[in-house]
């Protein structure tokens, strides 16, 4: 793969999706190129979704080897949680 | 709903296929198959013909470039229009074939007939590469002029008197719409390019622009079929204008060649065709012809 090209992740929404999903990611040249890749790679165009592209370095994660810190101290403090309510059984996608 | 399996909130409705496998429908379902009244049946299958036959052509000259694209991505986009023309020939050629009523499908029509008897126009045969025939320029240049020219013919079908052409053309116009766009990203940036890419492209334009004349020659089946067809001659501006505008953008000047000739009055919607043309019909059909009544 010639440097030129970089990386980027792709997340698309679908017709009735409620929220964009990381679907993979594709080499483009440009967002625009990259668009219109991923609508051929992951969408086989299919009206109606909504793709975005993010150039992969502008992608900052979190560490695997800061996983214990970042995340454990939340995990024994159930008062943390808002799940004493009882959900009313009209109000999807809680 | 939950997002444990990433594609769960993409997919459409109860499926078992991957996700946005769903949705789909078929153009022609409810379009009423009747033969208006008033248009001649040998007119309108021959017109059938022509615009499958461009599409069927052009499509086979795409799948060529199958993992021989500059890259992943590219080949993937260059695959997917021509799956895209293929399914526009498929509708085309089985309309054709009802019409004319012989009992020939779509793949008698793709597979069994001669040289002489394709009606496509000549720019979709042409040898645009792989290959010594071209490069990835020659092809990005053709499927510009292509998809500009059709955009224009199909936009003005999907008012055509014959529901199934209409409804084909309604179809094939979102497609074609992409095609464009594609082919015109591509000639900005290769036009717009490097020294040696501008090199390329203005070859690309000087190779393909002779076949670009007889785009917009009117043929007889074309001037019976008033309300049917569209007069190509009437597609000149439209298409200059959105050419001018790539070209401009992409730093190319339109060249002014001579058109490729006619042989007596006659081209690529008369049977008369390129040298190209053979070659490309006996590997399309090379198996069919082995095989003669086999069924894939």
């Excluded at chain 1, 994660?61 to 959900?87: L, M, N, Q």
């Excluded at chain 2, 990835?136 to 999907?158: D, G, H, M, Y």
């Excluded at chain 2, 070659?279 to 090379?286: D, S």
Aim: aromatic share 8%.
């Amino acid at each position: 793969m010639s440097a030129s090209w970089p990386l980027w992740e792709v997340f698309v929404r679908g017709k009735r999706g409620l929220n964009h999903v990381h679907v993979g990611s594709l080499h483009a040249p440009d967002a625009e190129m990259a668009l219109r890749n991923a609508r051929d790679v992951y969408t086989r165009r299919n009206e109606g979704v909504s793709i975005w592209v993010v150039p992969a370095e502008a992608i900052t994660a979190s560490s695997p080897d800061e996983k214990d810190p970042f995340f454990e101290p939340s995990g024994d403090k159930v008062y943390r949680h808002p799940t004493f309510y009882a959900i009313p059984d009209d109000v999807p996608h809680l | 709903m939950s997002f444990d399996n990433a594609y769960e909130g993409l997919i459409d409705q109860e499926d078992s296929h991957w996700a946005f496998g769903t949705g789909f429908h078929s153009a022609l379902e409810g379009v009423d198959r009747e033969v208006p009244p008033g248009v001649d049946p040998a007119d309108l299958a021959a017109y059938c013909l022509m615009l499958g036959d461009d599409a069927l052509v052009l499509s086979q000259r795409l799948a060529e470039w199958c993992s021989r694209a500059p890259e992943l991505e590219e080949d993937i986009a260059l695959a997917n229009i021509a799956l895209d023309l293929l399914g526009q020939a498929r509708l085309l050629l089985t309309r054709a074939g009802e019409v004319e009523g012989a009992g020939r499908d779509e793949d008698a029509l793709a597979y069994l007939r001669d040289e002489r008897e394709f009606r496509n126009v000549r720019l979709s045969e042409i040898d645009c590469g792989p290959g010594p025939g071209g490069d990835f320029a020659t092809t990005i240049v053709r499927l510009l002029v292509f998809s500009s020219w059709k955009v224009a013919q199909f936009s003005r079908l999907r008012g055509s008197a014959d529901p199934v052409v209409a409804a084909i053309a309604a179809k094939g116009l979102k497609e074609l719409a992409y095609h464009r766009d594609h082919a015109a990203q591509w000639a900005v940036r290769l036009g717009d390019g490097t020294e040696e890419s501008h090199r390329r492209m203005t070859a690309a334009v000087d190779r393909v622009w002779p076949f670009v004349d007889e785009l917009f020659r009117t043929h007889p089946v074309e001037a019976r079929l008033g309300g049917v067809a569209v007069d190509p001659a009437e597609l000149r501006s439209e298409v200059d204008g959105v050419l001018d505008a790539v070209f401009t953008a992409a730093t190319l000047t339109r060249p002014e060649p001579v058109p490729t000739a006619f042989v007596a009055g006659q081209a690529g919607r008369d049977g008369v065709h390129t040298e190209a043309m053979g070659f490309l019909v006996a590997e399309m059909q090379h198996l069919h012809r082995s095989l003669p009544g086999a069924v894939w």
